[in-house]
């Protein structure tokens, strides 16, 4: 049965490299020259802003979360696959980066119990018009590989704003003030909750997020990306 399964599988879903797109084999995520240039963040890493200690620039800078960790980083060929999974429905990729995401959870979070993961929300009308949620696919895969539990819809978000990208500092955080909520705070009461974002850049979502989280009562809220951007440049 399970021989039947894997091959159904191969059949209907051949596997495409999850940064170039090329057809790779059935066992592999990534194709061996993308494998081999995957902007990996590795050696010593700062928890507060999960980058390297030498791309770190967040001088720890106090956060409604304990720490933030990430696979990659949001350049090269992982900045390709991750636009191929976000804007052009390709939600199968999701396992790839969702099999790094698991492996940064165990190894920077390591001793750390989690009640559940959850994903940062989009507006129901972006959720519809997409077809799918990218951070729910990520954080459902994030479950299956790593055995945390899965929560969907732990957050809400209440209304579209404008895009994090291209506004200043200061608009960036006030762009964010109120967006998000919750239907169910028992949920979250006294829990430590694995927060699953794509990307990210500076932080603010993920921390506007971990703010709502915090005021209805959460233990602890550590992040997880796909990827993050260098932070060099960036204020
Ligand atoms: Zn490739
Ligand atoms: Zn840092």
Partial sequence: MKKFAEWSLFSFFP???????????????FCEEC??????????????????????????????????????????????GIHRFKFRNSGVNSKAYAAGMAAAVSERYAGVHFDFVTEVPVTKRAERERGYNQ??????????????????????????????????????????????????????????????????????????CAKMLWLYGAKDIYCITAALTKMRGDK
Avoid: W
Wanted: aromatic share 8%.
């Fill in 15 to 29: 596997r495409h490299c999850a940064c170039c797109d090329v057809r790779i084999p059935g066992s592999r995520m």
């Fill in 35 to 80: 494998e081999k240039n995957l902007p990996r963040i590795t050696g010593e890493i700062c928890m507060n802003c999960g980058r390297e200690k030498k791309e770190c620039t967040c001088r720890k800078s106090s956060n409604y979360y304990t720490a933030l960790a990430a696979p990659f980083y949001f350049e090269g060929n992982v900045r390709e």
């Fill in 135 to 208: 951070c729910s696919l990520l954080a459902r895969s994030l479950s299956e590989i790593s055995g945390i539990p899965y929560k969907k819809g732990i957050l809400k978000k209440i209304y579209e704003t404008e895009k994090q990208h291209g506004l200043n500092y200061y608009l960036r955080r006030g762009n964010l003030t109120g967006v998000f909520d919750s239907d169910c705070p028992g949920e979250i009461k006294d829990k430590t909750i694995l927060l699953c974002d794509d990307i990210s850049t500076s932080g603010e979502t993920l921390g506007e």
